[in-house]
């Protein structure tokens, strides 16, 4: 098996966006049949209140909106697992239990925790084990290691231009409570309710700044508190939104990578604004569009999204609109600002007003002027609570060297760490969804048990996945870098990167799914010789010396699994193949079934407005191919990735109309044309929508534009604000905020008990 073969980067593959023709008229032959199929259930109910992965999973209907009976059950690994062991021959079988008995006696000896009783094998003891050859201490050189690590040394241009373009922050109280953050009561029960006592670092520096309505960069260690950092604030200031049905609109947004990290935003939102009547919405791709739209309809005070999946929300669910937005949240944002996303955030940017407020969070942040510009931040307040790129402090690394022409034992490897020492609760990273698969298998078969995590599967799958291994169900969760960033699942005590990525960053977000909220973890990481640069780094960056070892393991535990391993690598290639023949014979019954369902309902799916799409298949293609380079190339910024694809570019442009016939140039023209009368349309739909949208988070009631009322109003808000830009709440809760702190300074238990917030309301 080797790994090398199948190197795939898998998070761009997390397809969020729809990757349908660019153009859909509606005519038969264009009409997109997978598109009208996945809508054919208009009767399904979308639950979004409770647990947001309930309310997603394809158990409560939320999926592909198909009914029941146009649902086919994927293909079952597990099963196919089961039955093959159940065949193995009785000598394999024995041999894998007597290996688990082994790996019991010396699990219990020897606890994977600190100092001497750690089971870290010295070199010299595996020496006279007669194990592996002594390790040299080799000299890494630190050449090239700021391109794995993104710390370049910053130029004074670049220093001044910083300075230009960030606010200084100005020196705030410092709050080791939320008592004493000027927070209203629901938030502050909410808090209590969450057993959230006192603010981590970031949110003590967030929350206020998050109140005033200025924009914020902000950084701190993975596990840190950062979802409840901006999404207090935004709580907060939609308290005093104006009510009523024709002031209902979508204010805030949430942008995520994966749907998964959304799904848990939304858990964390709704628990935090229990005790209020704002509504959240998870508008994420895999789940029904029709019931989204539904959904969307009722205009929920805060979407989180997934970008494709909300462009397609703005393209055609006619009454949704971003046009009312107060604050915008990337999280993750560095993965977001990164070549991936580019095209769809330009498209969501356009689509939000500029007055709006920006927060940007990841614990990978970038500083770095060229990539933050495209968010048109204004003035951001940058709070780098910790230092850049580093590990949570709870965090051990542990790191096994690869030897060169040893990259075949890596599986081996594996599977005698986790049968001897990690045998619950660990997350294992891969680079490629095809071996997570297929090491899935292999752990299947040597009876331990496992779910694979990755964007192969169906968003059924990964979400059952998730849950079983949230429950303990499994000990073992394969995953690709799809689960790196933002997931936090509790008890998680051992991360191990069967192969380590690209960069630091990525690194940095893999180990953070462990050691998180303040408690302890281990991270393994398998070095191969090419790693050793980013190794360096990696310990550079950690919490502490005590906190980074060097595991040696016994040779002949490895050779004795490198073994049984080979002797299983029939058995996984006939499960694969009989997956493989399953797969197929389902996606034959689906395309009967489809076809079926097209003749039922013809002239309803025909009789629909088809749809837009953000993207071609070939535009998401070029997209996942700038994406993955990006990956590859250890770069999350947009310049560097620019860097390595501007030149084919420039050729693309060039060669716009070579070689084709001059039919089809006068089709590509015409259709170019086309694309152009369709943006004056689509300009247009969105001036009728600012006409209809409402007043913004504590504005009064628009009134019909060049009306006297409407220009005075604005007059008076440019000349309040400055900038004109959040001044409604700049009026409002900033002064209140001063106001309150001076309270809450005088030692009034916050006041916040009997605050009503009817009360700041009538004092505008
Ligand atoms: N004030 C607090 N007190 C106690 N626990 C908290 C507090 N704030 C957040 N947590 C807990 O900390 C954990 C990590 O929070 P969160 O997922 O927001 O971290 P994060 O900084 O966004 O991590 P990542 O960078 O990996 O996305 C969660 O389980 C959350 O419940």
Redesign the pocket.
């Known amino acids: 098996m080797a790994p090398e073969d199948d190197f795939v980067m898998t998070i761009e593959s997390d397809d969020e966006s729809p990757s349908e023709p660019t153009k859909a008229t509606n005519t038969k032959s264009q009409v997109n049949p997978d598109a009208d199929f996945a809508q054919l259930n208009p009767e399904f109910n979308f639950s979004i209140s409770g647990d947001a992965l309930e309310a997603i999973t394809l158990g409560d209907g939320g999926l592909t909106s198909g009914s029941a009976s146009q649902k086919l059950e994927p293909v079952s690994i597990d099963d196919i697992i089961s039955r093959r062991r159940s065949k193995l021959p009785k000598k394999r079988k024995r041999q894998t239990s007597v290996s688990e008995d082994e790996g019991d006696e010396e699990d219990q000896s020897a606890p994977a925790s600190d100092s001497e009783e750690d089971p870290l094998v010295t070199d010299e003891e595996a020496d006279e084990e007669g194990g592996s050859e002594p390790e040299e201490e080799e000299e890494i050189s630190s050449e090239n290691e700021s391109s794995l690590d993104g710390s370049d040394e910053e130029t004074q241009a670049e220093k001044d231009r910083k300075a230009a373009f960030f606010s200084e922050a100005e020196p705030s109280e410092a709050h080791s409570s ?1 008592l004493t953050m000027n927070l209203s009561r629901p938030i502050l029960k909410a ?1 209590t309710s ?7 670092p ?2 003590a520096a967030t929350i206020p700044v998050g109140l005033l309505g200025k924009d914020v960069v902000g950084n ?10 901006f999404i207090i604030p935004m709580i907060e200031r939609l308290l005093y939104r104006e009510r009523g049905k024709r002031a209902a609109a979508t204010r805030c947004l949430i942008l995520v990578p994966t749907r998964e ?1 959304a799904a ?1 935003c939304f858990e ?1 939102g709704t628990k935090l604004a229990a005790h209020t009547d704002i509504q959240f919405c998870l508008v994420v791709g895999g789940l029904s569009v029709k019931a989204q739209e539904a959904a969307l309809r009722n205009r929920p005070d805060v979407v989180i999204a997934t970008p494709g999946r909300l462009i397609d929300h703005i393209r055609n669910s006619p009454s949704f609109t971003l046009d009312a937005l107060d604050i915008t949240v990337l ?2 944002a560095d993965r977001m600002l990164s070549e991936g996303f580019h095209d769809e955030l330009t498209e969501i940017i356009r689509s939000c007003p500029p007055s709006r407020q920006t927060m940007l ?4 942040m970038t500083d770095s002027v060229d990539e933050l510009v495209k968010m048109s931040l204004n003035k951001p307040v940058r709070l780098f609570v910790d230092p850049s790129r580093a590990t949570a402090k709870g965090l051990v690394q542990e790191f096994i060297r690869v030897r060169s022409g040893k990259e075949e034992e890596r599986p081996a490897i594996l599977v005698t760490v986790c049968k001897k020492l990690f045998k619950s609760n660990v997350i294992i990273f891969y680079r490629s969804k095809k071996l997570a698969h297929q090491m899935r298998i292999v752990f299947g078969l040597l009876g331990m048990s496992c779910e694979e995590l990755h964007g192969d599967l169906t968003q059924e799958q990964r979400l059952k996945a998730l849950r079983a291994f949230r429950d303990g169900q499994a000990d073992y969760l394969m995953a690709t870098d799809l689960a790196s ?4 699942i ?1 008890g998680v005590t051992t991360v191990i990167n069967y192969d380590m990525p690209n960069d630091l960053a990525q690194y940095l ?1 893999r180990v ?2 462990t050691a ?3 408690k302890k973890g281990r991270s393994v990481s398998l070095v191969g010789e090419s790693d050793r640069k980013l190794l360096k780094a990696a310990v550079k960056r950690s919490s502490g010396a005590d906190s980074v070892r060097h595991r040696v393991l016994a040779a002949e535990d490895v050779a004795k699994w490198v073994q049984e391993l080979e002797e299983l690598k029939g058995e996984v290639a006939d499960i694969l193949k009989e997956e493989k023949e399953e797969k197929q014979l389902r996606r034959a019954e689906m395309e009967l079934k489809k076809g079926q369902n097209m003749i039922e309902h013809e002239e309803e799916i025909y009789s629909r407005p088809a749809r837009t799409w953000f993207q071609s298949t070939k535009d998401k293609a070029k997209s996942a191919v700038l994406s993955k380079q990006a990956h590859e190339a250890g770069s999350d910024g947009l310049g560097k990735a620019k860097a390595k694809t501007g030149p084919d570019e420039n050729k693309r442009k060039r060669d716009k109309y070579a070689g084709l016939t001059r039919r089809a140039k006068r089709r590509k023209m015409a259709m170019e044309e086309d694309a152009d009368d369709g943006k004056a349309v689509d300009a247009a739909v969105r001036a009728a929508k600012k006409a209809a949208r409402p007043a913004k988070i504590g504005e009064p009631e628009r009134r019909p534009p060049g009306s006297k009322k409407s220009r005075d109003k604005k007059n008076a808000k440019t000349k309040v604000g400055g900038s004109g830009r959040g001044s409604a709440f700049g009026q409002e809760l900033g002064q209140s905020a001063k106001r309150e702190g001076v309270r809450a300074k005088k030692g009034v238990q916050t006041g916040l008990g009997n605050k009503k917030v009817g009360k700041r309301r009538t004092r505008r």
């Open positions: 939320f808090l969450m057993g959230f006592s006192t603010p981590t970031i949110q701190a260690v993975t596990g840190s508190g950062k979802t409840a950092a990290l848990q964390v999280d993750e969070f990841s614990a990978t960033r933002g997931l936090d509790k977000h953070g799914r998180r909220a303040g």
